[in-house]
């Protein structure tokens, strides 16, 4: 494929929104062979790489895209792994735009390359064509433990596994991939086809998972250290402790959190009609919240057939969600009602919500994360008529593994503190990273966290 305008990027095809509005399958369809190779043209081969700089796990970036180039791309995969465990996820759900994308050079005078879908590109081909990372170290016969099978353990445990170790992931869930299988979308990152596959790529590099653990109950830190004999453990249990608003009608039937909503539909297939915990008919649906997770509330919830309402209390411009997934909530019909803010969750005789009151706001000065206040305007209330609500307000480590192991210390969100260049908590031997540490991020910020932790660890136990 000829590049006609170095400015612009190749396209990447797509479902269409009216088609794809009622199916769970993945909205983009990336990039074909020649497609890839055509976009990957587009690279400037930067003697001094800022897109590198803007990754968390520092992939070479041009490295592997002139392997793609050239039509390498085995070799290109290759490249990738040496940074990076899940290369499908990561060109699916990174936001590419404000990381490696937003440094790059192309960026200045026109579309910057298309990494992330690059990324996805190689990753398929090399899942498609039966090609896996190996582990190269020789076994050094120490024994780690991993807490939580989501992006951060998984990234920590492969390279904890290439470098020699005997790994154990303990994952308290039914099936292994945390926020990856029950908290993103099958259209947005399909389960079966690609994230089970990247799990498998990590069990291949030796590392077990066990699932149905729940550590802090089946089992402590101080037990895994203690008794069960390993050496180290690595904590990278994320943040699921849903957060509300604490307005009145929030305990209504019909009213969830983005965690249990997603987790239903996404890890139990709730939207099956046949399925043991289904997700009730809902009609009209507001989402509370501007984030990726309320995009992919919304977008759940309308495949199911509601009306779905965005409530944001800030403007478009001030949206923390990435604006591709933005604007295919909006391609895909969700209603976005900005500058609005709930007061109350109305709730019918049987305790059912019945609507959600709401007032509008505009925006004062900025506050301490940089955005301008949100500030209610007097008499400006107005109720929106639904039957559901989900708030996507963010979440919160859960307490059970810090108030069940001695001396690991948390803040004052509960978060577990740990240093930013080795993930070492305060407790010897036990290292943490990922939304655990820092509250709800990004699934790249989690494993850029796990590569740290796992080298930070190597270390430890090289001393």
Same mark, same amino acid.
């Given at each position: 494929?000829?590049?006609?305008?170095?400015?612009?990027?190749?396209?990447?095809?797509?479902?269409?929104?009216? +088609?794809?509005?009622?199916?769970f399958d993945e909205v983009c369809l990336g990039y074909n062979e020649e497609e890839?190779?055509?976009?990957? *043209?587009?690279?400037?081969?930067?003697?001094?790489?800022?897109?590198?700089?803007?990754?968390?796990?520092a992939i070479n970036i041009p490295a592997f895209i002139q392997e793609v180039k050239?039509?390498?791309?085995?070799?290109?995969?290759?490249?990738?792994?040496?940074?990076?465990?899940?290369?499908?996820?990561?060109?699916r759900v990174c936001p590419q735009e404000t990381q490696c994308e937003g440094k790059?050079?192309?960026?200045?005078?026109?579309?910057?390359?298309?990494?992330?879908?690059?990324?996805?590109?190689?990753?398929?081909?090399?899942?498609?064509?039966?090609?896996?990372?190996?582990?190269?170290?020789?076994?050094?016969?120490?024994?780690?433990?991993?807490?939580?099978?989501?992006?951060?353990?998984?990234?920590?445990?492969?390279?904890?596994?290439?470098?020699?170790?005997?790994?154990? &992931?303990?994952?308290?869930?039914?099936?292994?991939?945390?926020?990856?299988?029950?908290?993103?979308?099958?259209?947005?990152?399909?389960?079966?086809?690609?994230?089970?596959?990247?799990?498998?790529?990590?069990?291949?590099?030796?590392?077990? &998972?066990?699932?149905?653990?729940?550590?802090?109950?089946?089992?402590?830190?101080?037990?895994?250290?203690?008794?069960?004999?390993?050496?180290?453990?690595?904590?990278?249990?994320?943040?699921?402790?849903?957060?509300?608003?604490?307005?009145?009608?929030?305990?209504?039937?019909?009213?969830?959190?983005?965690?249990?909503?997603?987790?239903?539909?996404?890890?139990?297939?709730?939207?099956?009609?046949?399925?043991?915990?289904?997700?009730?008919?809902?009609?009209?649906?507001?989402?509370?919240?501007?984030?990726?997770?309320?995009?992919?509330?919304?977008?759940?919830?309308?495949?199911?057939?509601?009306?779905?309402?965005?409530?944001?209390?800030? *403007?478009?411009?001030?949206?923390?969600?990435?604006?591709?997934?933005?604007?295919?909530?909006?391609?895909?019909?969700?209603?976005?009602?900005?500058?609005?803010?709930?007061?109350?969750?109305?709730?019918?005789?049987?305790?059912? +919500?019945?609507?959600?009151?709401?007032?509008?706001?505009?925006?004062?000065?900025?506050?301490?994360?940089?955005?301008?206040?949100?500030?209610? &305007?007097?008499?400006?209330?107005?109720?929106?008529?639904?039957?559901?609500? &989900?708030? *996507?307000?963010?979440?919160?480590?859960?307490?059970?593994?810090?108030?069940?192991?001695?001396?690991?210390?948390?803040?004052?969100?509960?978060?577990?503190?740990?240093?930013?260049?080795?993930?070492?908590?305060?407790?010897?031997?036990?290292?943490?990273?990922?939304?655990?540490?820092?509250?709800?991020?990004?699934?790249?910020?989690?494993?850029?966290?796990?590569?740290?932790?796992?080298?930070?660890?190597?270390?430890?136990?090289?001393?």
């Amino acid at each position: 494929m000829e590049v006609k305008d170095v400015k612009v990027r190749i396209p990447v095809r797509e479902q269409d929104p009216k +088609v794809r509005a009622t199916n769970f399958d993945e909205v983009c369809l990336g990039y074909n062979e020649e497609e890839a190779m055509a976009e990957a *043209s587009r690279c400037l081969n930067c003697k001094n790489p800022f897109c590198v700089s803007g990754c968390p796990v520092a992939i070479n970036i041009p490295a592997f895209i002139q392997e793609v180039k050239a039509g390498n791309f085995e070799e290109a995969y290759n490249i990738i792994s040496q940074s990076s465990a899940l290369p499908a996820v990561c060109g699916r759900v990174c936001p590419q735009e404000t990381q490696c994308e937003g440094k790059c050079i192309r960026g200045k005078m026109g579309d910057p390359v298309a990494i992330g879908k690059l990324e996805r590109f190689v990753a398929d081909w090399a899942r498609q064509h039966g090609i896996t990372p190996k582990a190269t170290a020789e076994k050094k016969g120490k024994k780690i433990a991993v807490i939580g099978s989501g992006p951060s353990g998984l990234t920590c445990a492969g390279d904890l596994a290439k470098m020699g170790y005997d790994v154990t &992931i303990y994952e308290a869930l039914h099936k292994a991939g945390g926020v990856l299988v029950y908290g993103i979308p099958e259209f947005r990152l399909p389960k079966d086809e690609v994230v089970a596959a990247e799990v498998e790529n990590v069990k291949k590099l030796g590392v077990k &998972i066990e699932t149905n653990v729940i550590i802090g109950k089946s089992v402590t830190i101080d037990e895994l250290l203690n008794e069960e004999g390993f050496d180290a453990v690595y904590i990278g249990s994320g943040a699921g402790l849903p957060k509300f608003m604490g307005i009145p009608g929030e305990n209504a039937c019909g009213v969830y959190s983005a965690n249990e909503y997603l987790t239903r539909s996404n890890l139990m297939k709730a939207f099956k009609d046949d399925h043991a915990t289904p997700i009730f008919n809902i009609k009209k649906v507001a989402v509370v919240g501007g984030g990726n997770v309320a995009m992919d509330a919304a977008r759940t919830a309308l495949r199911l057939g509601a009306e779905v309402h965005i409530v944001y209390r800030r *403007s478009e411009e001030e949206l923390p969600a990435r604006v591709e997934e933005v604007h295919h909530a909006k391609e895909e019909g969700v209603i976005f009602d900005l500058l609005t803010n709930p007061t109350e969750i109305l709730v019918d005789d049987k305790g059912w +919500v019945s609507g959600i009151k709401c007032i509008r706001m505009e925006l004062g000065e900025p506050d301490a994360s940089g955005r301008r206040r949100p500030v209610e &305007i007097p008499g400006s209330e107005f109720e929106i008529d639904v039957d559901a609500v &989900i708030m *996507s307000l963010g979440t919160s480590p859960n307490p059970l593994i810090s108030s069940t192991t001695v001396g690991l210390d948390t803040d004052k969100r509960k978060c577990i503190i740990a240093t930013e260049e080795t993930g070492a908590t305060t407790k010897e031997g036990v290292y943490a990273g990922g939304d655990a540490v820092t509250g709800a991020a990004t699934v790249i910020l989690a494993m850029g966290a796990g590569k740290i932790a796992a080298k930070g660890i190597d270390e430890f136990l090289s001393k």
